[in-house]
């Protein structure tokens, strides 16, 4: 279903068999046990949502991931993934790109779990259920054995970012946003950051698309050595 701009503005070491046998069992695992993960954030904190779902159209899709300069080294987190569309969607199209998907709604963990299983991208793709305000240092899932891809850490591993937030979302997310990039720029790495929607004013975006339909926004922030945030 086409996003209603209007709207939303305003309501707003093993071989490579082996590797592949072992993310798929594990993956499964973890399919099969989301409610035991609910069991284990009974009690917690009520987590901050960051935004309704509505997932990102294949016109958006295409745009993000031209928009972005991404390679096989790249480690892309979708803050808020939904169902897991544009993660395997990037997946599919760079041979060699680890994504991770954090969400924090229990039915579509679910959801894309299933599609990364189907789309047999269980070696690139980790999908978590946690709230994205908290999920800077750890893959805090202690259900599954964290090899590969879901040993990366938004904190230590990403290198670009896709988000499709609300503005008190990314509000929220600020700190970790400017942590991250001041920990990229002092490592000498870069950093890609691709809003759809809404814009992070705490930012410059180094450019803005409003050709999709509806004349809907795509903010994208470039950093690197020879930028500096405004």
Request: charged share 30%.
């Amino acid at each position: 279903m086409p996003v209603n701009c209007d709207a939303y503005k305003g309501g707003l070491t093993a071989s490579h068999e082996a590797k592949d046998s072992i993310m798929k069992r594990i993956h499964q695992n973890r399919i099969d046990n989301t409610k035991d993960e609910q069991q284990q954030n009974d009690g917690q904190e009520e987590a901050f949502k960051l935004a309704p779902f509505n997932p990102s159209s294949d016109q958006i899709q295409n745009k993000a991931l031209h928009m972005l300069d991404l390679g096989p080294s790249d480690v892309l987190f979708d803050i808020g993934c939904g169902d897991g569309r544009f993660l395997c969607f990037a997946a599919n199209q760079i041979r060699g790109l680890q994504c991770v998907g954090i969400e924090l709604e229990r039915e579509y963990v679910y959801r894309a779990r299933v599609k990364v299983r189907e789309a047999k991208l269980e070696d690139a793709i980790d999908i978590r259920w946690q709230d994205a305000t908290k999920a800077s240092e750890t893959n805090n899932n202690s259900d599954v054995e964290k090899v590969g891809v879901q040993s990366l850490t938004l904190s230590e591993d990403a290198t670009a970012l896709y988000l499709f937030i609300l503005p008190k979302g990314i509000v929220k997310m600020m700190p970790i946003l400017e942590s991250l990039r001041k920990r990229r720029l002092a490592e000498g790495k870069r950093l890609q950051v691709l809003s759809y929607m809404f814009q992070i004013h705490d930012w410059e975006a180094t450019k803005t698309d409003e050709t999709a339909k509806g004349s809907c926004p795509v903010y994208y922030y470039d950093f690197h050595e020879t930028t500096s945030s405004k």
